[in-house]
Structures are given as C-alpha cells and as structure tokens.
C-alpha cells in the first residue's frame, strides 16, 4: 500500500525489494515497481540509491522512470482519478467529462491537488464502453457520468 512516506524506514524496505528481485540491471523495472507501490513515489534520491545499488548509472534509471507514465516522482493523491477518453466515452461526453472532473477535483491529468487530496490520470478504455463516459475514483466505476454529477461524486472522498 502507497504510504507516501520518504523516511528512515524507507531505505531497509528498498534494500528487501532489491534482495527479493535481484541487484541486477534487467530487475530495475520490476523494482522501481514495487518501490513505487510500497512508498506511493519514486524521487530522485530514491533513484539514485536504486541505481547505485544495482551499479547502474542514475541517469539511466531516471529516463527508465520518466520514460513510462505509470512512475512518478512525486507523491500521488490518497485517491487517483482515472477519467476514461477512449473513443466510445469520448464521443458519448468523455470530453466535457474531463473537464469537469478537471475543475472539481483541483488539478490537471498527470497532477496532483493540494493536499493529495487526488491525483488525475486518463486511460484509455476500461471495457465498460456499454456504459460510456466511464471514470474511476480508486477502485470505484461510475458510468454514464454527466458532468453535473461530478462535484458530488468528488465529495465522497475526503
Ligand atoms: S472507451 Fe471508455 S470504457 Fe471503453
């Protein structure tokens, strides 16, 4: 679970993942994965301890996490958004969606509110496209969402 903590704690829990999927360059993704996971963000000082640890060059590992939108170097919201703009929630409103969910929830895709409150992605497609526009707050579905009904879904969340 993303703790988001960056902290004393945190170095023993990287060098456990490091042990478990093995100090070497072709584990970096699945590690930077399960870094990711455990304290919710990967920053540059977590990089470079990684990178070391794998004897690889910081500079590499900071284009493997910049290159693949799922890394992040900054904390994620306590619940992440995900407004789909696949084609069938697209054309049936997803656009107008978007925006809404954009100025309610206080931040643009790929951003984090103040607070954490949330973080605000895009996918494309959940399989749900009978349901169109479709979004997600954590592992919550909506469908047929109109923009109207956005500001009151927001505010289940604290
Ligand atoms: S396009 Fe949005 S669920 Fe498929």
Do not use: W
């Not at 939108?69 to 049936?92: D, E, L, M, N, W």
């Not at 954490?116 to 959940?126: A, G, H, K, Y």
Request: charged share 25%; hydrophobic share 35%.
């Amino acid at each position: 679970m993303a703790e988001g903590c960056l902290c004393e704690e945190t170095y023993p829990k990287i060098d456990a993942i490091i042990s478990e999927k093995g100090a070497v360059p072709n584990s970096l993704i699945e590690i930077l994965h399960a870094v990711q996971e455990e304290i919710g963000y990967l920053p540059q000082a977590v990089q470079e301890y990684i990178a070391e640890a794998l004897g690889m060059s910081a500079g590499t590992v900071e284009g493997v996490v910049s290159f693949y939108s799922f890394f992040t170097t900054v904390p994620r919201g306590r619940h992440t958004i995900k407004v789909c703009q696949g084609t069938a929630c697209y054309v049936r409103g997803g656009k107008r969606l978007l925006e809404s969910v954009t100025k309610h929830c206080g931040c643009g895709v790929g951003e984090t509110s103040e607070g954490q409150r949330f973080s605000l992605d895009v996918v494309r497609c959940i399989g749900a496209c009978g349901l169109s526009p479709v979004m997600m707050v954590g592992d919550d579905v909506y469908d047929r969402v109109k923009p109207t009904r956005v500001a009151e879904i927001l505010d289940k969340y604290e």
